[in-house]
Each structure stands twice: as C-alpha cells, then as structure tokens.
C-alpha cells in the first residue's frame, strides 16, 4: 500500500510505480536524508510538536538505520518510490507509530531540497580537494622547469619563448578559479530549505533556525516557494564542474599532442597510457582522450539541468527528479577523471631538450629582434617592418636568426650591432620577459609562491 493511500481506490498501475521511483539513484542520499530526519525531530521535540521522549526515539532509530545500512545489515528496497519513502517506512517498521511522527511539519519537497544540498556540499569538499591535489602536483612540477624553454603558441604556431613552468602554471590559475568558483556556489547555496514543507511553510510552531544551525547552514530560506521549487545551485555548481572540465580537457590535448612524435615534449608512464590490439609500435594517451571526451558529457548535464527547470511553474513539480541523474553524473565523472589526470601528470617525463629544440625553430625571438632595434630608437612599426624582412631572407637561405650574419642584418639598418647575437639568445629572451605575470624565471617563481598558498588555503 502506498503512503498516500487514504485518497486512491486503486493501487497504482506497476509500470507508473517503476517509472516514479527513484531510489535507483537517490538512495546515495541516505546519510543526508537522514541526517536532515535527526535535525528534524530533535526541533520537533524541542518546539514540543512532539514529545521529548518520541524525539528521542525517533533520533535513535534513525542512526541505527544508518548503520544498518553501513554495515550492508539493511538494503534498499527498490520497489520503494524514493529514498525518503524507505527511510520513514523502516523507521515505521521499527518504532510502530512513533515512526509515523516524523513527517509532521515537513514534505518530501523540502526534504529533497535539503537532502541534494547536503550531498552536493559533501561531494565538493572531495572535487575540492583533488583540485588542491592537483594544483600541488602543477606546482611541484613547474618548479622544476622554471628554466625549461619551450615555444609559446598561437594558431599552435611557434610565437614567443616561455618556460614550461610558466605554461604549466597557466593551468594552476584556471584551476585555482575553479576551486573559487565551486567554494563561491557552495556558499550561495548554504542556505536550508527544510521548514519550507510542500510549499507554504506550516501552521505548527516550528523553529527553522535551530534546523538551519544543526545542519550547518547560515540561515533559512527566506521564502518557502522558492525553498522548494528552485535548483539554481544544482545549475551553478554543473556548470563550475563544465569549466573545471574545459580545463581539464584543454590540458589534456596539450598532453595529447605533446607525447605525439610530432612533438614528444613529454612521455607518459607506462602505466597511464594504452596499447593497440594490432598495432605493435602504439603507445596511446587514453587518459586524456577520454577526459576530452567526458567534458562533452558533464556540458550535456549541465543542458539537461537548465533544459529541465526552464519551463516550470512554481512550486515543486516532478520533472525536478530528474535534476539527480544529472548532476550526480557530473559530479562522479568530474571526480574519475581528477583522479586518474592527477597521477598521470605526476608521472608524465619532460623532455626538455625536445622542448628547447622546437623552440630554436619558428623565429621565436623575431619579436625580441623587434624590440632590440627599437631600444636602439626606431619606432616599434619599422623595427618589426625590417625584422620580417630579416625572417623572410632567413627562411629563403635555410638560416636562422641566431645564425644569420651580422652583415646582413647591418644591410638592414645600421643600428644592428654584435649584441644583436645576445638580445635574440632564447634564454635572454626568457629572463628579460619579466613585466607582471610573464616567464622571466623569478617572476614565475613569485607566482608559483602565491598559487601554492592560494591553493592550499582552505
Ligand atoms: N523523489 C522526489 C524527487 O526527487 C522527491 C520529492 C517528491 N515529492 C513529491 N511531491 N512527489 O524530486
């Protein structure tokens, strides 16, 4: 029979009762679920809804649920609609009508409402933290190649000379922001909807701010319609997990190309790359591949989350059940791929010469070649006129600008003199780039300084 039987002449037709139910999915919500029961009663004792000693009893049963289920005692049943269904049904089973109390003054809207809030506070303290882990392992690794020189792109086109630090740290600010970002969404969304009930708060004498303490938020919603009718932070968090991703999956095509032979800027361990079935010579970057691949599928919950709430009306309506899949599945695959990207980086080998070799290729320093003369006095516009010039005749002799004599260079303007060799030199170019935020090696090192403390403050 169901809960609501009074009302209905029939049972429920199965099929609508499996196409209801959700506890295939929102039975990881147990702990949450009962922990909002235990806030609950114990308010409902204290504002004297129900007796001191029925709060007790109610309290007690619901942690021993909990530990029934941790201890694999008690399993979900999957005929029950919902995950809140079962817990109050186990409690009834357990404490007869005592059981049938702790609905006072509440509905499964603001349940749900709280419930998904208390999961997804839990569950990004873990995305949390594995970004922290992973800014760390940035961190570690750049300081080790502050003074590895690579090429800079753009159009992935050899542009200007930086250091791997520098490119690698690049990563460590996007995934500092998107630490902030989720620490932001959380915040927004640490207030308790409990109290609000189906819609219209209550006419019992209940105390929404002791709930809203117990449970750790920092105060009651403040209009019950909106308590439970609103998953705006289930939309914000997706979509710092969507960006998260972004980087993710930037970082992972850089990997991509970088361990290909038309780069090998870095080798993968052996143990986080894959083999061909036919292919004897293959060694493949699945890894990152899949993180690419996966970023579309956490930006396609982030679709079904906004496509979902976009026509509803006020208040609850049961579309929103549909919000879970989604933004649990952003939530377990964001966490799988933090998880597996981390020690990959960790164990990925640099190969630095390899780097420094790409980047003595491409005319990287024709803009230092550039600036050389126009410290000599030429305006900036001639100055990079006669150093495309210079490029072009180095490209038609097979030269480059290292190797290019100083005669010609001289038959270009005048003002080029021997120091010419010491100005265009990568590693001058490196350490003279040092204006905020550049790749001189002692301005990343202050940056790499100020990341590892923004990363690991809590
Ligand atoms: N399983 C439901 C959900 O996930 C719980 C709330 C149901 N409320 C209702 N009035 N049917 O949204």
Known sequence: MALWAGRFSKEVDETVNAFNSSIAFDARMYAQ????????????????????????????????????????????????????????????KRLGSTG????????????????????????????????????????????????????????????QPITFAH???????????????????????????????ALAGTTYPIDRHMTAELLGFRQPMANSL?????????????????ILMTHLSRFSEEIILWCSWEFKFIELDDAYATGSSIMP??????VTELIRGKTGRINGDLITLLSMMKGLPLAYNKDMQEDKEAIFDAIDHTELCLKTFIPMLKTMRVLKENMRNAAAKGFINATDCADYLVRKGMP???????????????????????????????????????DIYQAINLETCVKERRSYG???????????ADLRVLFNQS
Do not use: W
């Open 438 to 448: 550049a790749p001189a090696p002692d301005a990343v090192k202050q940056q790499l």
């Open 281 to 286: 010579q293959k060694k493949n970057p699945d």
């Open 33 to 92: 679920d009962i922990r909002g029961s235990i806030a609950h009663a114990a308010m409902l004792g204290k504002c004297g809804i129900i007796e001191a000693s029925e709060s007790e009893a109610i309290q007690e049963g619901l942690k021993s649920i909990l530990a029934d289920i941790e201890q694999g005692t008690l399993v979900f049943d999957p005929n029950a609609e919902d995950i809140h269904m079962f817990v109050e049904a186990e409690l009834t």
């Open 100 to 159: 049938k109390r702790l609905h006072t003054a509440r509905s499964r809207n603001d349940q749900v409402a709280l419930d998904i809030r208390l999961y997804l506070r839990d569950a990004m303290q873990k995305i949390q933290n594995l970004i922290t882990e992973l800014g760390n392992v940035i961190c570690d690794t750049a300081e080790q190649h502050l003074e590895t020189i690579m090429p800079g792109y753009t159009h992935l086109q050899r542009a």
């Open 380 to 418: 900036f516009r001639d100055a990079y006129k006669i150093t495309g010039t210079l490029v072009a005749f180095c490209i038609q002799k097979d030269l480059t600008l290292e190797t290019l004599p100083l005669e010609e260079y001289q038959a270009m303007s005048e003002l080029f003199a021997e």
């Open 226 to 242: 909106d308590g439970v009718s609103d998953r705006d932070f289930c939309i914000e968090l997706c979509c710092a997990l969507s």
């Open 167 to 197: 490119h690698l740290l690049a990563y460590g600010q996007m995934l500092r922001r998107d630490r902030e970002r989720i620490a932001d969404a959380v915040a927004r969304m640490n207030e308790c909807p409990l109290g609000s009930c």
